[in-house]
């Protein structure tokens, strides 16, 4: 724990030395570079198997861990955050926001979170215009008073610079100490990546740097904004995402890698058998493989086969299956983070029940640190900026979407059960304002007006067609009842002649 800004008690800090040796393998595990994080695994695996004897890699290389960074750099940050100031300054806060491309510096700054366990934001004002950036935590070193963990001194950031001198490379550590209101500039000698001698003011000229640097009248609070994953009490600083899984995707890699050896091994089987099974060569005098599909059993009786390897694929199966598992459990990810094991649409309530605790740790992550460190980094550039503002809102997307169809039964629902009018349901279902709302609302009662003036005027045609149906009607009977009697009339003649 470093209780102040000289930078000879860094050097020999166990703590911070400690610290830093780990982001390196963090990093290495990032980036894949597995023969470096795993180093003695590697090397193990290539003396038992060489790589002029195999074809296959020594340490296949599955990099599960920048796979559980993308995924909740993106759980994160993929549905946008929306950041609202006073309102006479939005419209400044968004040009600002615009300029520095801040939802890419966050993005940023959640990798460095997630692989490292801190992520670092930074203010700072360059050719009149206010910068944020994101600084990898390799290079920060917080200062704590009376070794306090919760009372922050300052923070020390440091930064490599080279420079040519009559065509000599040489390299220096510059040394920046954030104190609340102001900055000091140093600059060291490095040689063979060790700091050397501090250089005099005269002579940091070269580096267009200044000694220090005041800014306590626009802003009297630090320019450095550190976010931490989730901590315990006794540690400031947060923990990687890759400390508790490192086992076990390193054993998933071994096993994986150890069956592939295998396999490629016995890809081109051995043929054992009998010499009897040999055909002899008179010129040589001796036995060959016949270059022929048929082979001949030999005098001794013992019939030739391939010799093939039993992998016993279940069992294999079975292991890596519950690797994985313990991989979902240490992550809180679920295997639907990677796209397996989805069968079908499944329903919003479906994906948030899966997502649980993948929701529980982006909430974790929010609350611990970076709702607040967003605020304070917005009110310091603001009041860089000139505009200063006293209230900042983070207001963050939803990492899994509402179910529009389970959002429109559950609103139509409520609008049957007379809970909710239709106004509300649509501004919640458009998402749209009162005023567009109601301007909506008003087209549908038009619109259903006018079907229930076509429908009674298709009933009233309707009514109106009967009278006539009924006249015709009339006159079709009266003219059978004539023919009828016409033809009774015709029979009696008949009979009258008869008689």
């Given at each position: ?5 000289d930078?000879?008690?860094i050097?020999n ?9 780990e982001?390196?393998e963090y ?12 180093s ?7 003396k038992r ?10 340490l296949?290389?599955i990099n599960?861990?920048?796979a559980l960074?993308e995924?909740f750099?993106?759980f994160?940050t993929?549905?946008?955050i929306s950041v ?6 939005q419209?400044?806060?968004?040009e600002?926001?615009d300029?520095n491309?801040?939802?890419s510096?966050l993005k940023e700054?959640y990798i460095?979170n997630s692989?490292?366990g801190?992520g670092i934001?930074k ?7 206010v910068?944020?950036?994101?600084v ?8 704590f008073n009376q070794?306090?963990?919760?009372d922050?001194?300052g923070?020390i950031?440091?930064?490599?610079l ?6 000599v490379?040489k390299?220096f550590k ?7 209101g102001?900055?000091?500039n140093?600059?060291w000698t490095?040689?063979?990546g060790e700091?050397g001698?501090?250089l005099q003011p005269e002579e940091?000229?070269l580096?267009?740097?200044?000694e220090?640097e ?5 802003w009297?609070d630090?320019?450095v904004f550190p976010v931490k994953n989730?901590t315990?009490?006794?540690s400031y600083?947060?923990?990687?995402d890759y400390?508790?899984?490192?086992s076990?995707?390193e054993?998933i ?12 091994r016995h890809?081109?089987p051995k043929l054992?058998g009998?010499e ?8 040589t ?5 016949p270059?022929t599909?048929?082979?001949k ?10 010799i093939?390897?039993?992998l016993q694929?279940?069992a294999i ?6 690797l994985?598992n313990f991989f979902?459990?240490?992550?809180k990810t ?5 796209g397996l094991n989805i069968a079908?649409n499944?329903?919003?309530e479906s994906?948030r ?5 993948a929701l ?7 609350q ?5 460190a967003?605020?304070?980094v ?5 009041a860089?900026?000139?505009t200063?503002?006293?209230n900042?809102?983070?207001a963050?997307?939803?990492?899994i979407p ?8 559950t609103?139509?629902?409520r609008v049957?059960?007379?809970?909710q009018?239709?106004?509300?349901t ?8 009162e ?5 909506e609302?008003d087209?549908?009662k038009?619109?259903?007006s006018?079907?229930?003036?076509q ?17 015709n009607?009339n006159e079709d009977?009266q003219?059978n009842?004539?023919?009828k009697d016409?033809?009774?009339?015709h029979?009696?003649l008949q ?5």
């Amino acid at each position: 724990m470093i209780t102040n800004f000289d930078i000879q008690y860094i050097r020999n800090d166990a703590d911070t030395i400690t610290r830093l040796s780990e982001y390196s393998e963090y990093k290495d595990l990032y980036e894949g570079d597995f023969n470096k994080a795993f180093s003695s695994t590697v090397m193990k695996i290539r003396k038992r198997y060489p790589l002029d004897d195999t074809i296959s890699q020594s340490l296949i290389n599955i990099n599960l861990f920048w796979a559980l960074t993308e995924f909740f750099k993106g759980f994160l940050t993929n549905q946008g955050i929306s950041v609202n100031v006073d309102d006479k300054r939005q419209t400044v806060w968004d040009e600002i926001s615009d300029n520095n491309n801040f939802i890419s510096v966050l993005k940023e700054v959640y990798i460095d979170n997630s692989r490292f366990g801190n992520g670092i934001f930074k203010i700072a004002f360059i050719d009149n215009e206010v910068k944020i950036f994101s600084v990898c935590p390799d290079c920060w070193i917080p200062v704590f008073n009376q070794g306090n963990l919760n009372d922050i001194a300052g923070h020390i950031l440091v930064f490599p610079l080279e420079i040519i001198e009559n065509g000599v490379k040489k390299q220096f550590k510059k040394i920046e100490k954030h104190h609340k209101g102001y900055i000091e500039n140093e600059i060291w000698t490095c040689v063979n990546g060790e700091i050397g001698r501090q250089l005099q003011p005269e002579e940091m000229s070269l580096f267009n740097v200044e000694e220090i640097e005041d800014y306590s009248q626009i802003w009297d609070d630090f320019l450095v904004f550190p976010v931490k994953n989730t901590t315990e009490s006794d540690s400031y600083f947060g923990e990687s995402d890759y400390k508790r899984c490192k086992s076990i995707v390193e054993e998933i890699m071994l096993t994986i890698s150890q069956n592939s050896k295998i396999i490629n091994r016995h890809a081109n089987p051995k043929l054992s058998g009998s010499e009897q099974n040999l055909e002899y060569d008179p010129v040589t005098n001796e036995r060959i493989f016949p270059n022929t599909d048929f082979i001949k059993i030999g005098t001794d009786g013992v019939k030739p086969e391939y010799i093939t390897a039993n992998l016993q694929a279940d069992a294999i199966q079975r292991h890596v299956d519950t690797l994985m598992n313990f991989f979902y459990i240490l992550t809180k990810t679920p295997p639907q983070a990677y796209g397996l094991n989805i069968a079908g649409n499944m329903s919003g309530e479906s994906l948030r029940k899966i997502f649980l605790a993948a929701l529980a740790k982006v909430d974790d992550i929010k609350q611990v640190s970076f709702t607040s460190a967003i605020q304070d980094v917005v009110k310091c550039a603001m009041a860089f900026n000139s505009t200063p503002v006293k209230n900042v809102n983070v207001a963050w997307g939803e990492p899994i979407p509402a179910d529009y169809s389970e959002l429109v039964t559950t609103e139509n629902s409520r609008v049957s059960a007379g809970t909710q009018s239709k106004l509300t349901t649509i501004m919640t279902l458009d998402n749209v304002s009162e005023e567009d709302a109601k301007a909506e609302l008003d087209r549908i009662k038009e619109e259903n007006s006018l079907e229930q003036q076509q429908e009674k005027s298709k009933k009233q045609a309707s009514v109106d067609e009967k009278p006539n149906n009924i006249k015709n009607t009339n006159e079709d009977e009266q003219k059978n009842n004539l023919s009828k009697d016409n033809t009774n009339s015709h029979d009696d003649l008949q009979n009258l002649q008869k008689i």
